[in-house]
């Protein structure tokens, strides 16, 4: 007996800016089976117009304001993507009128705000509530995580990252927005974007108990530090060091690289083009090399786990509780840097370590999901 068809999700967007534009259309396009776009709106007109025009959705679906979208019953879930001041209310609106949220992160402008997340999942149980957080969802980092859980360089001790990418106003990037250059949430940069990076930090090292933090204010285009030196001990006995700048000059090539020293061997994390490499120790030292090519950083998966917690009762890894433990690593960093002293962070009630997130019904890594895995190996003398 052939299985029951399920619908798609009917999906109403409130705001459609960049990051539909960019990311999130260009993963929604391609999950016609799991989601139905039945409305959207904009506050501003021109944004909703262009929204329409690309991705060929019927004008007439456009509706004047999240009020009226959240009082249609032709609507089941709604994705947020306004800006960060403005994501709890919009979430608090549409979880009170009985939709299920996939909300654009960070979880919270500051840490009250944070806070005020995790109470209104708390208070909504019969929803399903996801903070977008494609970082964990990647292909490179998933891949890098099961080789630690494997084993594959031992026991991770050390953590070393430092990013520096130049930072100024750039017309249709993110970077031009209005408001991320005069940002009215604590953190600027390195809540709006860093906070990526600090996912990545806790799914591939685990829960972070101390943070000591320094900033920096320099770049001119920016209302807010751009510098931010951090110092981590991990709640598994490792340590790390984050270094990540922002600044509005230009800055030589950076390799960028994440890497993880472990007791047999190392793992790094480069590259435009994402790759993965895993030197292991030994006479003959080998690096493996496996390189990552056509896949999206993680916004279909993130959106197929999303449609299997609405449709199956699955619990999603990009969980609100997940998304306020990044963003209180940066808050708590910030208040070290004003503190000038090593801070502990509080376990995040329903966080705990990252899931490794795998497709539904598999246990594999990549079933379903698009993308090409080029690996090579090579050998020298250690």
């Known amino acids: 007996?052939?299985?029951?068809?399920?619908?798609?999700?009917?999906?109403?967007?409130?705001?459609?800016?960049?990051?539909?534009?960019?990311?999130?259309?260009?993963?929604?396009?391609?999950?016609?089976?799991?989601f139905a776009v039945t409305a959207f709106t904009d506050s501003s007109a021109e944004q909703g117009r262009r929204f329409a025009g690309y991705s060929g959705t019927d004008p007439a679906r456009a509706v004047a304001g999240r009020a009226a979208l959240l009082a249609?019953?032709?609507?089941?879930?709604?994705?947020?993507?306004?800006?960060?001041?403005?994501?709890?209310?919009?979430?608090?609106?549409?979880?009170?009128?009985?939709?299920?949220?996939?909300?654009?992160?960070?979880?919270?402008?500051?840490?009250?705000?944070?806070?005020?997340?995790?109470?209104?999942?708390?208070?909504?149980?019969?929803?399903?509530?996801?903070?977008?957080?494609?970082?964990?969802?990647?292909?490179?980092?998933?891949?890098?995580?099961?080789?630690?859980?494997?084993g594959a360089i031992g026991r991770p001790h050390l953590m070393a990252w430092r990013y520096a990418v130049r930072s100024v106003p750039r017309a249709g990037g993110f970077t031009g927005t209005p408001w991320r250059q005069r940002p009215q949430y604590r953190g600027g940069v390195h809540l709006d974007f860093g906070v990526h990076h600090i996912a990545q930090i806790r799914l591939l090292c685990g829960d972070i108990a101390r943070v000591h933090g320094a900033v920096q204010a320099a770049n001119s285009t920016i209302d807010a530090p751009s510098d931010l030196a951090l110092n981590l001990v991990f709640a598994g006995g490792a340590i790390g060091n984050y270094t990540a700048s922002f600044p509005d000059i230009p800055v030589p090539p950076e390799p960028n690289e994440m890497r993880l020293y472990g007791t047999e061997g190392v793992l790094v994390l480069a590259g435009s083009e994402p790759e993965c490499r895993v030197t292991r120790s030994g006479p003959d030292a080998t690096t493996h090399t496996t390189v990552f090519r056509g896949s999206d950083n993680g916004y279909r998966a993130e959106l197929v786990d999303f449609a299997d917690a609405v449709q199956f009762g699955v619990r999603p890894v990009g969980s609100v509780a997940q998304s306020v433990a990044n963003a209180l690593v940066v808050q708590r960093a910030f208040d070290s840097a004003e503190r000038a002293a090593a801070l502990a962070l509080d376990p995040v009630p329903g966080a705990g370590p990252v899931p490794l997130w795998r497709p539904r019904g598999s246990t594999g890594l990549f079933d379903g999901l698009p993308g090409q895995r080029i690996s090579s190996s090579a050998s020298f003398a250690a």
């Open 72 to 150: 249609r019953e032709d609507v089941d879930a709604v994705l947020i993507s306004v800006p960060i001041p403005h994501l709890y209310e919009v979430a608090r609106d549409a979880l009170t009128a009985g939709k299920d949220v996939f909300c654009e992160k960070p979880a919270g402008a500051d840490a009250e705000q944070a806070a005020a997340f995790l109470a209104l999942a708390a208070g909504h149980p019969d929803r399903t509530f996801m903070v977008g957080e494609n970082y964990f969802y990647r292909d490179d980092l998933r891949y890098a995580r099961a080789l630690l859980d494997e």
């Open 1 to 34: 007996m052939a299985a029951p068809v399920i619908p798609p999700i009917r999906l109403g967007l409130i705001g459609t800016g960049l990051a539909v534009e960019k990311l999130h259309w260009p993963a929604l396009r391609g999950l016609a089976d799991r």
